[in-house]
């Protein structure tokens, strides 16, 4: 089970896809940029981002595929990264 | 992990923990991911509290040099990932040429970015310049924060530059083979991290319309 998950080899096919995918979402984020969106156009490009780290993360990085406990560190150090950015705002907008 | 150590041994008779060395891989790309978000954060902060001259500055930045760079990173995360699949399949040749053409991606983006700060800096927009300090603080705040975060990724390009050489030397030379690739491994992790960090640093600063 273990080696079977080790010897988890993505073939070249589905790293070229993955990379057609991101650079859609780049065009697509690039041409959203040109219209005007108001306020939600910060949100949908932080959303595309995410799309695409999501993607490089999973599949270029392996993390889909690899031991648990790397995606069990990851989502620590993200919901870190969240509270912090959180705690902050509430300083900065209540004080 | 200790199973899995042992058919290591088994396999190849040397003491080897790849996991091991995959795992403190991740735990520093945490901490990357903590420095980077800190200034994410300064950036978020004053975004906030200054959203028009945040506008106004990101204007004079070049989009096209910036999606250029864009296109340009996420390609090189493909050569890199498909220089990994190559050695898992013994295809040394294509590892090497994928990981080359990485390296090249990675010197095309210092070259861009060459051309991005010396633009600027024929126009008199550098960090302190009177030109940049005769600026309404928001810009001000935005140029020392585009300086910084992308000076600081610049700096991981360079530093991923040197890193991928020394591991192309040692795929040229047999020292990272089919079976033995955990370096290759973490540092194509490192220079996928270099890439994310750019996905977020694009729309933050190259897109604001």
Redesign the interface.
Known sequence: M??EK?NH????GT??L??IA??AF?SI??TI??V?LGRY?LLV??F??AI??AL??N???HIKF??K??KV??LL??F??LV??IL??FD?LYR | MS??NE?AVAQNHVHRD??GA??GM??FL?TE??LF??LF?VY??YR?QYPDQFHLAGMELN?GIG?LN??IL??S??TV??SI??I??KNKFLSVLMLSLTLAFALMFMVNKYFEWSAKFSHGIYPGSEELLSLPNGQILFFGLYYVMTGLHGLHVLIGIIILSIILVMIIKDKITFDNYIKLENS??YW?LV??IW??L???FY???
């Open positions: 273990h080696e080790n080899h993505i073939g070249y790293y070229v993955v990379w991101l650079l780049t984020t690039v940029a040109g005007s156009t490009a932080l595309i981002a695409k780290s490089v993360i599949i270029f990085m690899d031991e406990i790397f560190f990851l150090s993200g870190t990264l912090i950015f902050t705002f900065f | 199973s899995h058919s790849d996991v995959k795992m991740w735990l945490f991911l903590l978000g800190g954060l978020a902060v906030y989009t999606t864009t296109i996420l390609t995360s493909l990932a498909l699949a190559a898992q399949k194509g992790l996928h890439d994310l996905i977020f694009f729309p933050l897109l604001i319309q």
